[in-house]
């Protein structure tokens, strides 16, 4: 359900908060729905019953990206979507210079009290007075100190800021994803009016990389223990090519494209190596198998391939104990001779799906287990076999 301005105040009310809390635990599957709207109703209006149940799923569902406020937070499905992973929204706070910025399109304010959090003066602006509503209880319950207005960006941005932060909507009415940042809303393009001397995008991970190259700046590939989050336009930085970050228990680590590596093609070796995503998207590969002494399978596939583990955080290494030209009845006799009953398949570059082929290869009982990699090597399709996990 959409919040209005009255559930916001419901929910932010006493009444509500205890509400809130003493359901907090409650089962809010959709098996329960009547259920809980049943029991909900018999001290609550039809509307605020809705209300609260909308609240508890998303709290419930906000839980990876607000591990430790959620149950106090308030949200909507398109914020909690769009909202980013906390230590990405810690690390864009911590490279910021500027003490004072403005948050344009702040939605609930998750990016606005991350700044405030880091010491600036922060105001979040938004069209929408439901999100600011919400981003104005949000930043109370967690005790944070940052401002909120009902403004439309496309009027400009607010004189005695440095700093200027953007998250436009890249989904359409209906809910679709937008690809073309000139259809974002506001677009893409509404950022050449900010005097800011600081200017931060959030972007899809999607983004085409010719439509931001315009732009100037530096663009980002942020992945978050090797799952890619996010794409961040840094436009007040010096032009230049993309940058992959991955952020992990270890650490922050990043690679650019400071020099032109060159990479050989071969064979599969003793090792196969799954670059991180970040990698692929900042068409880094390159770079990351010159650093690690390793070679292509393939001019066109993301697999590298190397005799040696050497250590990295960009990515993860598998076993190769064998490898062969794809042959369907060749494999399935050589699993069966091997006594393998399971098999995990990956692919890349290969046309069959990885359930056609487990269906097809029919496997029997079998103690044995493989990880099967479909890929190809110098444009022919091959099999690799792996040792599992």
């Given at each position: ?153 496309r009027a400009g941005m607010p004189s005695g800021y440095d700093a200027a932060f953007y998250d436009p909507s890249r989904r359409d009415a209906r809910g679709r994803r937008i ?211």
């Amino acid at each position: 359900m959409t919040l209005s301005l009255a559930d916001i105040a419901y929910l932010s009310s006493h009444r509500g908060r205890h509400v809130l809390e003493s359901h907090a635990h409650s089962d809010v599957s959709a098996a329960n729905t009547l259920a809980m709207l049943t029991q909900l109703r018999k001290a609550l209006s039809p509307q605020q019953a809705a209300a609260v149940l909308s609240t508890l799923r998303l709290r419930k569902k906000a839980k990876l990206k607000f591990p430790h406020q959620a149950q106090r937070m308030l949200f909507t499905e398109e914020s909690l979507q769009q909202a980013s992973h906390p230590r990405i929204r810690q690390y864009r706070a911590d490279l910021l210079g500027s003490d004072e910025l403005v948050d344009m399109c702040c939605g609930i304010g998750s990016d606005s009290m991350a700044y405030a959090e880091s010491g600036r003066r922060v105001l979040g602006l938004d069209k929408d007075p439901v999100r600011i509503a919400i981003a104005r209880h949000n930043a109370a319950a967690l005790g944070v100190s940052a401002e909120f207005a009902v403004a439309d960006v496309r009027a400009g941005m607010p004189s005695g800021y440095d700093a200027a932060f953007y998250d436009p909507s890249r989904r359409d009415a209906r809910g679709r994803r937008i690809r073309d940042v000139e259809r974002y809303v506001p677009p893409l393009s509404l950022i050449r009016r900010w005097p800011a001397k600081e200017l931060v995008v959030k972007l899809s991970p999607a983004i085409a990389l010719a439509q931001v190259q315009r732009y100037g700046g530096q663009l980002e590939f942020i992945s978050v223990d090797g799952g890619l989050s996010e794409a961040v336009l840094w436009r007040h930085r010096q032009s230049a090519p993309p940058l992959a970050t991955r952020l992990d228990a270890a650490g922050i680590h990043h690679l650019s494209a400071d020099y032109d590596a060159h990479v050989d093609i071969s064979e599969p070796r003793a090792w196969l190596f799954e670059p991180d995503p970040a990698i692929l998207r900042a068409r880094l590969l390159r770079q990351l198998a010159a650093t690690l002494a390793a070679s292509l399978l393939d001019g066109r596939i993301a697999y590298l391939t190397l005799d040696e583990i050497v250590d990295s955080p960009w990515g993860r290494y598998w076993q190769i104990l064998d490898w062969m030209p794809f042959n369907l009845k060749k494999l399935r006799r050589y699993l069966a001779d091997r006594g393998v009953g399971q098999v995990t398949v990956k692919k890349r570059g290969f046309p069959m799906l990885p359930e056609e082929l487990i269906a097809r290869l029919r496997l029997k009982q079998g103690e044995e287990s493989r990880v099967l990699v479909l890929t190809r090597c110098r444009a022919r399709p091959i099999v690799i076999v792996c040792a599992p996990k």
